[in-house]
C-alpha cells in the first residue's frame, strides 16, 4: 500500500503517520528526509538542489520529482510500501509523480487528507507550548500544565516555538491553499482521497483510518 497523507500544520499528520507506519508496516518519508540524504551523500541531485538552496532559490519540481523517485526505487523493503509525507506539495509535482511511476510498484494507492478548521489549527499552533527539559507538549487550550509555564513532568520552563504565531501561521496556510489543496482536488477527481475529520478524538481518527486503508 502507497499512501499520500496531506494535512495543514497542526493538522496531526505527525502523530497519525507513527500510528500508521508502526500498524501496516510501512516506510514513513518525509521530503526533508529525502532532502537531508542527497545533501549529506553529496548526490549529483543533492549536488544540483545545494546549489539552488545556498542561493537561496527554490528547488525545482523536475529535480525534487527526481530525489523522490530514486528515494523510493532505493528502498530496501519497499514491496511493504510507503506512507510520504510532505510531498507532492504542487500539482506539477502530482503529475509529474503520476507520469514518472504510472504502472509501477511506486504509484500511489490512497491520499489521505487531514481536515481540520482553520480556527482550530490557529489554535493548536499559538497555544503550543514545549518543556525545554524533557520535550514534553502542551497547549495552553487544550492541554494547560497545572502552574502556568512550567512543565508538569520536570519542572523546567515551557517554551513557544518563534514560527507558533498567527502571522507566521497565516503565510503556511495561505501557502497551502495556495499550493497543497489543489493537489488534494486533483486526486479528488480521481477519487483517491480518504477525508479524515481531525477535529475529533485521535481513537475516532485513528478507527477511521484504520477502516479506510483494510477497506483499500
Known amino acids: 500500500m502507497n499512501i499520500f497523507i496531506m494535512g495543514a500544520p497542526g493538522s496531526g499528520k505527525g502523530t497519525v503517520s507513527s500510528r500508521i507506519k508502526d500498524k501496516y508496516n510501512l516506510n514513513h518519508i518525509s521530503t526533508g528526509d529525502i532532502f537531508r540524504k542527497n545533501l549529506s551523500e553529496n548526490t549529483p541531485l543533492g549536488i544540483q538542489a545545494k ?5 537561496g532559490r527554490l528547488v525545482p519540481d523536475e529535480l525534487t520529482n527526481a530525489m523522490v523517485s530514486d528515494y523510493l526505487k532505493s528502498l530496501p523493503d519497499a514491496k511493504n510500501g510507503y506512507l510520504l509525507d510532505g510531498y507532492p506539495r ?6 509529474a509523480f503520476e507520469a514518472l511511476t504510472d504502472g509501477s510498484d511506486q504509484a500511489v494507492d490512497l491520499v489521505l487528507s487531514m481536515d481540520v478548521p482553520k480556527e482550530v ?35 523546567q520552563e515551557l517554551s513557544q516555538r518563534k514560527d507558533d504565531n498567527e502571522d507566521s501561521l497565516k503565510v503556511r496556510l495561505d501557502e497551502y491553499a495556495a499550493n497543497t489543496e489543489p493537489v488534494i482536488g ?6 483517491m482521497v480518504a477525508h479524515i475529520n481531525a477535529d475529533q478524538s485521535m481513537e475516532d481518527i485513528w478507527s477511521f483510518i484504520q477502516k ?3 477497506e483499500k
Not at 51 to 55: D, G, K, N, R, V
Not at 90 to 95: G, P, Y
Not at 127 to 151: D, L, T
Request: charged letters at 30%; glycine letters at 10%; a negative charge.
Open 51 to 55: 546549489e539552488y538552496m545556498e542561493s
Open 186 to 191: 486533483y486526486y479528488d477527481d480521481k477519487d
Open 121 to 155: 489549527l490557529t489554535k493548536r499552533i499559538t497555544g503550543r507550548r514545549i518543556c525545554k527539559g524533557c520535550g514534553e507538549i502542551y497547549n495552553v487550550y487544550y492541554k494547560a500544565p497545572a502552574n502556568e509555564g512550567v512543565c508538569d513532568i520536570c519542572g
Open 212 to 214: 479506510t486503508i483494510d
Open 90 to 95: 504542487t500539482l506539477a509535482q502530482a503529475k
